[in-house]
C-alpha cells in the first residue's frame, strides 16, 4: 500500500509489531477477512506468529531487520506500549503506522498520557511526576497517602507499582518501584473500574463498544462484565470521552480507556491504550464485530463494523495453571474458550481467557 493509499484490499499484508496473545487475536481476525499478517518480535514462538503467514524473529530496534519487515508489508501497526518509537517513525519511511505512533509516544508514558488527558479538560487522579526518592517524599507531601507510585514508561499488569500508605518509607518505595522516573498518583476512592474501547478510521469515523465493568487482582485484570452497571448518562459520558480522546489523538485504530467511577458518580480516566484490550476480549463472542475486527478495519482503512453486542457476557482470565482447567470449561455449554499458545504457566501470567455468554439485557 503506498504512503497516501487509505484503504488496503484483502490479499494484503499486515505488519503487527509484538508477538502476544493481541496480536495473535487480530492476526486471526485478519485472516478471516483475506489479509496475511507478518509479526516482528524478538521471541521465537510467540503466540501471534503462530497463527501468522510470516514472522522476523529480531529485537525492535534491529534496523536491518526493521527495513526487511518494513519493505514486506502494507500497513504496521502494534499491539502493546513497551516499543521504541525511533523504530516506527523508520517504519513509517515504508509504510503507513496506524494508530501513528505519536500515539504510542504519549501511551506508553504515564505523565505524558495525563498531561494530554487534562489537556482537554478530562479529569485523572491528582498526580506529581518524580525522579528521585526525594521528590517522592515532596510529592507526598502535596498529595497525601495512601498514594500510588508507578513507574513513568515500561510497566503494565501491576508491574513497576508501589502503594505507599501512612506508616511506608518513601525511599524504599522508591527502590521497590524500580525506575529512573515515576509517578505519583492520589488515592481515588470508586466504586468500581470501567473501560470503554473506541475504534476510530482513516476518515475520523468512530464506533464505541458497550461500557464494560472490570474487577482486578493484584492489579491484573481477572474478570469483565459486559455490560457495566452503569446510569446510561453516565455510560454515555464514559464513551463521549473514549471517543474525544481518540479524535483528539487523530488515530487510525483502536483506543481503550480505562477509568474510575468515584463515589460521587464522576469519571476519572486511569490509562489509555493505543491498541486492542484485555477488556476488550468479550467482544469476539458477544458481539456482531469483534475488537480485532473492528482494530483490522480500522488499520486497513475499511468501514467499521457493528459494535452492538448480541449477549451479555462474562470475561474471565485464565492466569498460570488456571488454564489447565479447559476441559471443564470445554464442557460449559455458555462458554466459549480461547488459549494463546504459551508453553510456561507462570503465575499471573495470562495463558487464556473464557467469555461466558447470557441472554441480553437492556440496551
Not at 534491529?62 to 506500549?81: I, K, P
Request: proline share 6%; net charge negative.
Amino acid at each position: 500500500m503506498r504512503d497516501d493509499a487509505r484503504t488496503l484490499p484483502p490479499g494484503g499484508t499486515i505488519g503487527i509489531v509484538g508477538g502476544g496473545q493481541l496480536g495473535r487475536m487480530a492476526a486471526l481476525a485478519a485472516a478471516a477477512m483475506g489479509y496475511r499478517c507478518h509479526i516482528f518480535c524478538p521471541d521465537e514462538d510467540s503466540p501471534a506468529a503462530q497463527v501468522s503467514a510470516a514472522a522476523t524473529v529480531a529485537p525492535y530496534d534491529d534496523l536491518d531487520a526493521l527495513d526487511r519487515f518494513g519493505a514486506s508489508v502494507d500497513v504496521v501497526t502494534y499491539e502493546f506500549e513497551n516499543l521504541p518509537t525511533s523504530s516506527f517513525a523508520r517504519l513509517e519511511t515504508a509504510a503507513p503506522v496506524r494508530p501513528h505512533w505519536r500515539c504510542l509516544e504519549a501511551t506508553q508514558h504515564r505523565v505524558a498520557e495525563k498531561d494530554f488527558v487534562n489537556g482537554l479538560g478530562i479529569g485523572t487522579a491528582p498526580y506529581r511526576r518524580v525522579t528521585s526518592a526525594a521528590e517522592l517524599d515532596r510529592a507526598l507531601g502535596d498529595l497525601g497517602r495512601p498514594a500510588v507510585l508507578k513507574t513513568a514508561r515500561m510497566g503494565y499488569d501491576g508491574k513497576g507499582q508501589v502503594t505507599i500508605g501512612p506508616g511506608d518509607d518513601p525511599a524504599g518505595a522508591w527502590t521497590a518501584m524500580g525506575g529512573a522516573e515515576g509517578v505519583l498518583e492520589g488515592f481515588v476512592d470508586f466504586q468500581r473500574e470501567i473501560s470503554a474501547i473506541v475504534a476510530r478510521t482513516v476518515d475520523g469515523d468512530a464506533a464505541c463498544f458497550d461500557v464494560v465493568e472490570n474487577v482486578h487482582r493484584g492489579r491484573v485484570l481477572a474478570r469483565t462484565r459486559a455490560p457495566a452497571r452503569l446510569a446510561p448518562g453516565l455510560a454515555d459520558e464514559a464513551r463521549s470521552i473514549a471517543e474525544r480522546l481518540a479524535a483528539a489523538f487523530d488515530m487510525a485504530g483502536l483506543l481503550a480507556v480505562e477509568m474510575f467511577v468515584t463515589r460521587e458518580g464522576g469519571l476519572l480516566v486511569n490509562e489509555l491504550a493505543a491498541r486492542p484490550h484485555n477488556s476488550g476480549h468479550w467482544t469476539i463472542d458477544a458481539c456482531r464485530t469483534s475488537q480485532f475486527e473492528q482494530f483490522v478495519r480500522a488499520v486497513a482503512g475499511l468501514p467499521l463494523g457493528d459494535p452492538g453486542r448480541h449477549s451479555d457476557a462474562v470475561m474471565t482470565n485464565l492466569l498460570g495453571d488456571a488454564a489447565g482447567d479447559w476441559p471443564g470449561v470445554a464442557r460449559e455449554p455458555n462458554a466459549k474458550l480461547h488459549l494463546y499458545g504459551k508453553a510456561d504457566a507462570r503465575p499471573g501470567r495470562k495463558m487464556g481467557h473464557v467469555t461466558r455468554l447470557f441472554p441480553k439485557t437492556g440496551g
